[in-house]
């Protein structure tokens, strides 16, 4: 309207318009195997299935950059190109640090009409909590300790080696309070590696977090404050999601609101969260996303050890 007007438009989006309109993060679904001989596993393959984000956004990136007179068939044509290679959709299932015979990820994308959106730690955030639940699922069924089974599948001489010790001994692993259990996952994104350690307890039909021990090696640190601040709002913005957050969509209408029926961690539900940061000469790498990704997990298999339910997908609901 600016631009045929020629005058300046100010637009007021009411939080019914947001939360309606929105970009929103892409469903996403993951098939896990693994070949299990004795007591070890000797490969692990996975399947992803999710749409494109980049396969929307790129053609609202060349329609800014590329010659107006190019027909819009060519834009739309480059983002269907690109979607079924989308790195977003596997990252954190190519790279891991378990040291597996055999691993395999395949990728499959799902042709959705909803707009889709970059969510904080992108990829990683659903492909973290795959891949580290079915690594204490793959635990469990080897009869190990969840930190013993990461812990020997991985180099010693590794940073997630490391960062997954500290954690644990910090959370004093395997010995929670009374009435505590405890859950913990470990995924490297955005350059940095965290490790999260989650203290639950369950009354009933509800979930409570008493306390999340992070450990993050994100190489130089200039601004230790920004760090643990930056792990802090991470974490309480993966709990907001692994306990509430949902977008259900009916007759192509989304029909959550306002924070009324999306809801958002209030203050009192909030843990104590104690960060660590690990000493280290890398360069520095992200801190704004990656304390999101392992605490989904890792409250899930809290959850685990608390109730015996194994909760596969998000938001996590006792049955």
Not at 143 to 159: H, I, Q, T
């Amino acid at each position: 309207i600016a631009q045929l007007s020629g005058k300046p438009v100010r637009l007021v989006w009411s939080r019914e318009d947001d939360t309606r309109h929105d970009f929103y993060r892409p469903n996403s679904t993951a098939l896990m195997a693994a070949t299990i001989d004795g007591d070890s596993v000797s490969s692990v393959q996975i399947k992803a299935v999710a749409p494109s984000i980049f396969g929307q956004f790129l053609p609202v990136m060349t329609r800014s950059l590329l010659p107006s007179w190019l027909p819009s068939g060519v834009h739309d044509g480059i983002g269907s190109m690109a979607a079924g290679s989308d790195p977003a959709a596997t990252e954190g299932l190519i790279h891991t640090p378990y040291n597996f015979a055999y691993k395999r990820s395949n990728y499959v994308m799902q042709d959705v009409s909803a707009p889709l959106g970059y969510w904080r730690s992108v990829g990683h955030s659903q492909n973290a909590f795959f891949m580290e639940g079915f690594i204490d699922e793959l635990a469990h069924q080897t009869n190990k300790n969840p930190l013993d089974f990461r812990l020997a599948n991985m180099d010693p001489e590794s940073r997630h080696f490391a960062v997954l010790s500290k954690a644990a001994e910090l959370a004093d692993w395997g010995n929670p309070p009374a009435g505590q259990y405890q859950g913990l996952a470990v995924h490297e994104s955005f350059g940095s590696v965290v490790a999260e350690v989650v203290n639950v307890s369950a009354d009933g039909g509800r979930i409570r977090v008493h306390k999340v021990t992070c450990v993050v090696d994100c190489g130089q640190v200039i601004n230790p404050d920004i760090v643990v601040g930056q792990m802090q709002s991470g974490i309480n913005f993966g709990l907001t999601a692994a306990l509430k957050g949902e977008i259900t969509l009916e007759d192509g209408a989304v029909q959550q609101s306002n924070f009324h029926d999306y809801q958002l961690l209030r203050i009192n539900e909030s843990p104590e969260i104690d960060v660590h940061i690990l000493p280290s000469t890398n360069p520095p790498s992200g801190v704004g996303e990656p304390g999101t990704p392992p605490v989904a997990p890792a409250l899930a298999n809290a959850i685990f050890a608390a109730t015996g339910q194994r909760l596969r997908e998000l938001p996590l609901r006792l049955s």
